[in-house]
């Protein structure tokens, strides 16, 4: 009895285990976590096209490389070698026209990798070396504006020997504060500089460049540009209130004091000192009110392709607005610096004149030439009478 319930639950148990078996071999590739419609897309597999951008930007860097590179030689050589004056807005435009320059040697890498078809060549740490060198000369510049701003501001409001010399005491010895405000900015900068390159990114590319990069591992960098941005807006602020004060102090002095020799110079000062704030708003405003929305884009590991390359797009629109600033920083120079005015108009006054000079000399010889043509026509007329 035991036997043959035995033989007749056996085909019962061989085909239960059958149909398991068979169970797990069909349903087993159809779990979720193997189908490849249910797979999340990472971050990097979101391949950004900036084709469209490609040559524009070559253009229009190649034009700022050259416009901002003879404005600020030009000023450079002004400040060095024609100015002799030693005041502290002089050294702060002395290090901006610098760091301007150094701004402009960056662009030329960026033209080759563009007219390249976006494919970089020099490796990773060259990328990050042109890119935050760019970085960091643009903030040297905002900083330096600011200095600008700061100082005028305290002369205008000390008197007496503030007026005339703004000094810092290191060590016993009495320093011009524009030499320590200058190579406190420099060394600060280069100290934040070496981290910035020596820290991995979340995927090292070395083909590519200059483009859109998730910080969901590197987060101290988009940590340090959040830094920066506040560091902008402070600066910002202080040109307004400075400016503010020094137009008003100014216009105030035009018009309550009218028989002053310079009453009509200081309104004019004033009217230049916003069209300066009006540069530094037109250049690096737009740039650093987008900046938050880009540094927030890059630590989202969720964020859809499509609002990625809409991020990536309007990055590198006002990244050129913030590089405009090196072409427009000479016509600062031009309206701060009277020196850099003086200068400009003799050369182009020698210029005009001597052009001029040229000119009458060409209408002076040929009108001999026509004069001489015209006698020799008329004695070869003559002798075949």
Same mark, same amino acid.
């Given at each position: 009895m035991n036997i043959s319930t035995a033989s007749s639950l056996l085909p019962t148990l061989v085909n239960t285990d059958t149909i398991s078996l068979f169970s797990l071999s069909v349903t087993s590739p159809t779990r979720p976590h193997m189908t490849s419609s249910s797979v999340t897309p990472k971050p990097s597999m979101c391949l950004l096209d900036d084709t469209a951008l490609r040559l524009p930007l070559a253009f229009l860097y190649s034009l700022l490389f050259l416009l901002g590179l003879v404005g600020n030689l030009f000023a450079l050589w002004v400040f060095l070698f024609v100015n002799a004056?030693?005041?502290?807005?002089? $050294?702060?435009? @002395? &290090?901006?026209? *610098?760091?301007?320059?150094?701004?402009?040697?960056?662009?030329?890498?960026?033209?080759?990798?563009? $007219?390249?078809?976006?494919?970089?060549? /020099?490796?990773?740490?060259?990328?990050?070396?042109?890119? &935050?060198?760019?970085? $960091? &000369?643009?903030?040297?510049?905002?900083?330096?504006?600011?200095? *600008?701003? /700061?100082?005028?501001? /305290?002369?205008?409001?000390?008197?007496?020997?503030?007026?005339?010399?703004?000094?810092?005491?290191?060590?016993?010895?009495?320093?011009?504060?524009?030499?320590?405000?200058?190579?406190? /900015?420099?060394?600060?900068?280069?100290?934040?500089?070496?981290?910035?390159?020596?820290?991995?990114?979340?995927?090292?590319?070395?083909?590519?460049?200059?483009?859109?990069?998730?910080? =969901?591992?590197?987060?101290?960098?988009?940590?340090?540009?959040?830094?920066?941005?506040?560091?902008?807006?402070?600066?910002?602020? $202080?040109?307004?209130?400075?400016?503010?004060? @020094?137009? =008003?102090?100014?216009?105030?002095?035009?018009?309550?004091?009218?028989?002053?020799?310079?009453? =009509?110079?200081?309104?004019?000062?004033?009217?230049?000192?916003?069209?300066?704030?009006?540069?530094?708003?037109?250049?690096?405003?737009?740039?650093? *009110?987008?900046?938050?929305?880009?540094?927030?884009? =890059?630590?989202?590991?969720?964020?859809?392709?499509?609002?990625?390359?809409?991020?990536?797009?309007v990055n590198e629109i006002m990244l050129l607005f913030s590089a405009f600033n090196s072409c427009l920083d000479p016509i600062m120079y031009f309206l701060i610096s009277g020196s850099v005015r003086k200068t400009a108009r003799h050369a182009l006054k020698n210029r005009l004149s001597n052009r001029l000079f040229v000119q009458n000399e060409v209408t002076s010889n040929s009108s001999t030439t026509e004069f001489r043509r015209s006698s020799v026509h008329v004695a070869l007329t003559r002798t075949a009478d």
């Open positions: 004056s030693r005041n502290s807005v002089r $050294m702060f435009l @002395i &290090n901006c026209a *610098i760091a301007d320059l150094v701004l402009l040697a960056c662009l030329p890498f960026r033209i080759f990798y563009h $007219m390249n078809g976006n494919h970089w060549l /020099l490796g990773h740490v060259a990328c990050k070396l042109v890119g &935050n060198l760019f970085y $960091m &000369n643009m903030y040297i510049s905002i900083t330096l504006l600011g200095f *600008i701003s /700061l100082d005028r501001y /305290l002369r205008l409001k000390g008197k007496g020997r503030v007026k005339r010399s703004l000094a810092v005491r290191l060590c016993g010895w009495s320093c011009p504060w524009s030499w320590v405000a200058c190579g406190a /900015l420099w060394g600060l900068s280069l100290a934040a500089l070496v981290p910035m390159i020596a820290t991995a990114e979340d995927k090292e590319d070395k083909h590519k460049c200059f483009q859109f990069k998730h910080r =969901q591992l590197a987060k101290g960098k988009a940590y340090f540009n959040v830094v920066l941005v506040a560091l902008f807006w402070l600066v910002f602020l $202080m040109l307004i209130v400075s400016y503010a004060k @020094i137009a =008003q102090r100014l216009i105030k002095v035009s018009r309550d004091k009218p028989d002053l020799p310079n009453a =009509q110079r200081y309104e004019r000062t004033a009217k230049k000192s916003f069209f300066v704030l009006f540069l530094f708003t037109l250049c690096f405003a737009p740039y650093h *009110i987008f900046r938050p929305i880009y540094i927030l884009a =890059q630590l989202n590991p969720t964020a859809p392709c499509d609002y990625l390359r809409v991020v990536d797009y």
